[in-house]
């Protein structure tokens, strides 16, 4: 018999930030600015004595009920062999399938994905990337922070500066406001500030019409803008290729679908240059990697949302290199730091992800809940050789029949 969980932790932490930023959802007047990411994570440990650390994350609202999600669904794991991710994963998706498998629900299960994952590379002794099949020990990385749009442009080009000057390759700003000249007049100090040579994105965060994207499109083509971001709804695919075969400058989205056909249908109407998932927002590693290997087969450019963490693994992991996105709003919770130079962000050569939670990061922890010991009654033979997901095998375990023995569960006083 192989390795087998033990317990599965789930925690909720409110990260806070700096100062709140602003993008174009704010600007027109959908969303209040963003003040501090959700976090929820999953610690599996194994009888073996290894570790998997994964999380996932939601921005205002979301992550309780992401949460809830996982603990309703996650002592499945108890028990069970952590290597067997797509099993897990297939189980955990129908346990929880009647409210969609999508959005809070998958994201919940991102967490604790990513913590197998991050188990299975442990239990090799390889980084991520290596696990999966890398390319390369660094990817090019760009910076996003800088660029908010509640930031004045002063601020934005010292920000932009400073971050080049600490080994950041690239620089992204926030456009999308209501006045689309304003947009311009920031765009073209930043790149009159930072010279024609340093790579530069922009990001509408979903804002613009059609109409207004096609036409800031065409005013900014001679810029050499690496790509426009999110020009228009994230679930207007058809618009996005119009855009995508009217302009020259590459088009990027992506990172606020759920599910793999989302993705896929922007990859179907080559509707983007570069396709942006988001491990936790797709779901976890697992569903990412379809993405990926269809998004590779359609000769696209990947360039990962947010959670660099995760993301510098599999953008080392992907064949065309691309970019990875430079925002630092989670590093408090963990202990290692990501290294930056040359414009490149390193894979860290640690096991698996090569993170762990930080011990001040209690602080911020708002709900806990453990599971651990294995059910009573409970047989491998479901697990082995019994109908999906083990439930078939007549022996009795889990809630069903026999009840979880030494199961823990606790709230954490909030922080
Ligand atoms: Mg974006």
Redesign the pocket.
């Known amino acids: 018999m192989g390795d087998r969980v033990a317990a599965v932790r789930f925690g909720h932490y409110a990260v806070p930030l700096a100062r709140p930023v602003s ?1 174009a959802k704010v600007a027109t007047g959908r969303q209040r600015p963003l003040a501090q990411i959700d976090v929820l994570t999953c610690e599996i440990t194994t009888n073996e004595g290894l570790e998997g650390l994964g999380f996932s994350y939601t921005t205002r609202a979301g992550c309780r009920a992401q949460f809830a999600h996982a603990k309703e669904v996650g002592e499945t794991l108890l028990g069970r062999d952590p290597s067997d991710i797509a099993r897990l994963y297939d189980e955990l998706l129908w346990a929880g399938a009647s409210v969609g498998r999508s959005g809070v629900a998958t994201q919940a299960l991102a967490a604790v994905d990513v913590a197998l994952w991050d188990l299975k590379a442990k239990r090799a002794g390889l980084p991520l990337a290596k696990l999966l099949g890398s390319y390369r020990d660094s990817v090019r990385t760009y910076n ?1 922070s800088g660029g908010f749009l509640h930031a004045p442009i002063e601020e934005v080009k010292e920000r932009a500066r400073q971050s080049l000057s600490e080994g950041i390759g690239g620089i ?1 700003i926030k456009v999308g406001q209501p006045d689309t000249r304003e947009d311009l007049r920031r765009l073209a100090a930043v790149r009159e500030h930072l010279g024609d040579d340093v790579p530069l994105m922009v ?1 509408a ?1 979903q804002q613009w019409d059609r109409a207004t994207a096609l036409r800031f499109g065409r005013a900014v083509e001679e810029l050499g803008l690496v790509w426009i ?2 020009p228009l709804d994230a679930y207007d695919a058809e618009g996005h290729a119009q855009l995508a075969a009217a302009l020259g400058t590459p088009i990027a989205t992506g ?1 606020m679908l759920s599910t793999v056909p989302d993705l896929v249908r922007l990859i179907d109407l080559r509707a983007v240059g570069f396709l ?1 998932p988001d491990v936790p927002r797709v779901g976890g590693i697992t569903p990412y990697l379809k993405v990926a290997a269809l998004a590779d087969h359609a000769h696209l450019q990947v360039a990962p ?1 947010f959670v660099m963490e995760i993301h510098v693994h599999l953008a080392a992991a992907y064949p065309r290199e691309s970019w990875v ?1 430079h925002i630092e709003w989670l590093s408090p919770l963990f202990e290692e730091r990501l290294e930056i130079e040359g414009g490149r962000m390193r894979v860290p050569d640690r096991p698996g992800l090569g993170l762990s939670l930080a011990d001040t990061a209690a602080a911020w922890r708002l709900d806990q809940v453990e599971f651990a010991g294995v059910a009573a009654g409970r047989s491998d033979r479901g697990a082995v050789g019994g109908g999906p997901g083990g439930w078939s095998d007549g022996g009795g375990f889990g809630r069903v029949a026999g009840g979880w023995a030494g199961r823990v569960e606790f709230r954490a006083d909030a922080g």
């Open positions: 993008d996003t992204k990001d965060n971001e999110e990172e942006q949302h996105e």
